[in-house]
Every structure is written in C-alpha cells, then in structure tokens.
C-alpha cells in the first residue's frame, strides 16, 4: 500500500550493478509533495479457512524546507498446505499424507528527513527496519507397503521457526541544475536470520508398534553486513544526448553459523563433520560511463562498467579441518551496447 509504481528497466545502463541480465525492478515508494500534515491508514482482516490480518499507515510533514516522512506496517497471519502423495516404485507403494501449519507475522517501518538546503542541493536520512516470523510445523505420515513384507507406518514431524530482521540507514546528497545531475548516496545494512529445525521420525509396524526412531536438529545463524558509498553523475547534452558517469564502493561481512545435532536416545550430540562456521569478506569498487541518444525513432545506449572483486573467505567445523581459501582479487570489464 506504500508503493507509488513500479518501475521495469528491461535494458540496464552500465550504471547498475553486473548482477543479471534480465533487467532491474525499481520499486518507488509514495512520498507526498503537499505543504502540511496528511497521511493515511488502513487494516484489512480476511477470514477464509483461516485469519490473515493487516495494519498500515503513512504520515507526511513538509513545511518550507523541510520534509518529515514515515510508514509502517504489521501483518499475521495462518494457513495450512495439505500435500498427498502416493509413489509406486517396482515392488514398494508410498502412501503419503501430510500438513503443514504456517503461522506468520511481520513488521515494516520506513521514516526520514529531506531538507532542501537551496533549489540546486537536497540532503536526506532515511532507516528502515522490517522483521518477519514464519513458525512452520509440517506433520507427515507415510505408509510403505512392499511386495511379501509387512506393512511400515512412518510418522514425521518438523519444526522450523524462521525470522529475518533487517535494519537500513542511507545518507542522500542531490545536486540539480539544468538537466545537470549529481547524486551522493551512503548506506550500512544489518541482515540477520536465524532457523532451528527439529526433524523427528518414527517407524511402526503393522501392528503399530513402534520399532526404531531418529531426530536431528539443523540450527542456523546468518549475520550480514553491507556498507557501501556510490556517486553518480548525469548530464543532458545537445540533440537529445545523455551522458552519466559514476563510482561505487560496497564491502559485505557475512557471519554464517551451522549446528548440526542428532539425537542419540535420551541427549542430543553435536555432528562435528557437519556442524560449520564459515565467514566471507567482499569489496567491490566498481566505475562506469554511459552514454545514450535518441535518434528519430531510435534509441541508442553504449556502455562500459568496471569492477573490482577482492574476496576472502574461511570455514571451520568442530573437527578444527579448515578450508582457508587464499585472498583472491579480479577485474571484469562489462560493456553494454
């Protein structure tokens, strides 16, 4: 309900990261441009097998200079996936029944701050934060029947609490002046998630005793950090001609962090082999120039983007084996026509 368009760039200029080839969704959110205080809110609540709900509003505040901004929004919800499988193999039948509950819940809020310091310069400050939390609990039972033997009843059950949370502050510069352009842009992410999975198994024969069991547990920890500074530049030259040209710095940390356990009767033991801590460091700089002119009917647009990639990165399990691949550093050049 914030998004003001949406934007498809189906041919993206040297400007944009090299990172695909199938063009570049540009999202614009609403930012209103009346003097004075407005906003809105809204909730909806739908209510089919199961509830889903959500809140959200925006408030505006411009008054000669100055431009106070925010959104936010809340949501939970509940549904159920049921999946039926039936599987025949040369001399076993799977007969497969199972559910899966996902109960959700999530958060967004977006404000900032423009101040226009003269016609010519802008300078803003802007955070967002958004969480999400997904409790799946999917149940299963599978029926195995094979030719000559005795039936096998196979009972699953897997847990698996998930939350992302996200946290952005980005610093805007914004010189304009006669189709002459300069844009300075600062932004730090914190991304973390964390998922612990419980995995139990339960077989039973046809008399619905229960003979063997299993369990084991995959608990994730994901910590990212992404800092970057880009300048661009863009000016407007004679007979419908553009020209842009720019710089960008960005450097990611990434902290990830894999327990493994399995259940060994009554306690619960770490599986060494894959248990793993692996850290990644990566800055990119990267420059480009662009060009592009309209000629009659036609559109012409040419090129050249360069990066730089500096990567490091180490993983270690329980059994101290390292792999500690050695610093690597490269250079791509993209053009584009």
């Known amino acids: 309900s914030n998004i003001k368009e949406i934007e498809l760039i189906t041919n993206p200029s040297a400007k944009y990261d090299a990172a695909g080839n199938a063009g570049i969704i540009n999202i614009k959110l609403k930012k209103s441009i009346t003097n004075g205080l407005n906003g809105n ?23 000669n200079k100055w431009n106070v901004f925010g959104n936010a929004g809340i949501n939970k919800g509940f549904q159920n996936t049921i999946a039926n499988n039936d599987r025949t193999t040369t001399d076993k039948n799977y007969i497969q029944r199972s559910i899966e509950g996902d109960d959700f819940k999530g958060n967004n809020i977006r404000t900032g701050v423009d101040y226009t310091i003269n016609k010519k310069n802008t300078i803003g400050i802007l955070w967002m934060y958004n969480f999400h939390n997904t409790t799946m609990d999917n149940n299963s039972n599978t029926l195995l029947q094979k030719l000559n033997a005795a039936d096998t009843n196979v009972s699953t059950r897997s847990l698996a609490p998930f939350d992302t949370k996200r946290n952005n502050f980005n610093f805007n510069y914004k010189f304009s002046n006669n189709g002459e352009e300069l844009n300075v842009d600062a932004d730090y992410t914190q991304f973390n998630s964390s998922l612990y999975n419980t995995v139990s198994n339960e077989l039973r024969n046809a008399f619905d005793v229960k ?16 800092g970057s500074l880009k300048l661009d530049y863009a000016k407007k030259l004679a007979n419908n001609a553009n020209i842009e040209a720019g710089l960008k710095t960005v450097t990611t940390t990434t902290n990830n962090n894999l327990n493994v356990l399995y259940s060994n009767n009554s306690s619960w033991l770490q599986d060494t082999g894959k248990t793993n801590l692996f850290k990644y460091e990566e800055t990119v700089h990267a420059g480009y120039i662009n060009f592009n002119k309209q000629v009659k009917k036609f559109t012409v647009q040419l090129g050249l983007r360069a990066e730089q990639t500096q990567v490091k990165g180490n993983s270690i399990n329980l059994k101290n084996e390292q792999i500690n691949n050695p610093d690597t550093s490269y250079i791509n050049l993209f053009p584009t026509v």
Do not use: E
């Not at 809110?41 to 008054?63: Q, V």
């Open 41 to 63: 809110i809204a909730a909806s609540h739908t209510k089919s097998t199961h509830a889903r709900s959500n809140l959200n509003g925006a408030i505006n505040f411009r008054k």
């Open 211 to 226: 003979f063997a069991s299993n369990a084991s547990q995959n608990n994730a920890d994901v910590h990212i950090y992404i």
